[in-house]
């Protein structure tokens, strides 16, 4: 019985240092908890203008984000952060040569809303 409690207790301690199967979130993962359905409005009442109702993209202000290679290069948290910053039209990134406001123009938007309207395009991307 001496023998087993210390193979016991080392196994114990091996399980709580390999975390125990639990993993821990990484922020830089591309794991956001987002809502389509609701990314879906929250799309509708920002993004439209520029993009849309179906995403499409406007001739002359915004990209289709349906078979946008940018949207499938990104990774959730990528997405996030760009919307939140937006990109200039002086950006040589930037190749409809029109300001893409931080927030979309909306500053009532938050973060829940942005994760959301991610999500929604990770959904309908093509």
């Given at each position: 019985m001496k023998r087993i409690f210390p193979i016991i207790l080392l196994l114990s301690f091996l399980l709580v240092a390999c975390g125990g199967g639990e993993s821990e979130a990484n922020p830089?993962?591309?794991t956001?908890?987002?809502d389509p359905v609701a990314g879906k409005a929250a799309y509708a009442k920002t993004?439209?203008?520029?993009h849309g109702p179906e995403a499409k993209g406007?001739?002359?202000?915004g990209k289709d984000l349906t078979t946008s290679e940018f949207v499938a290069s990104k990774s959730n948290a990528e997405l996030k952060d760009f919307i939140?910053?937006?990109r200039p039209a002086s950006d040589p990134l930037n190749t409809t040569h029109v300001d893409m406001p931080p927030k979309?123009?909306?500053?009532?938007l938050t973060d829940q809303d942005i994760e959301n309207i991610v999500a929604f395009l990770h959904s309908i991307h093509q």
């Open positions: 830089s993962s591309n956001l908890t987002g993004c439209t203008a520029c406007v001739s002359g202000l939140l910053t937006g979309g123009g909306n500053p009532g």
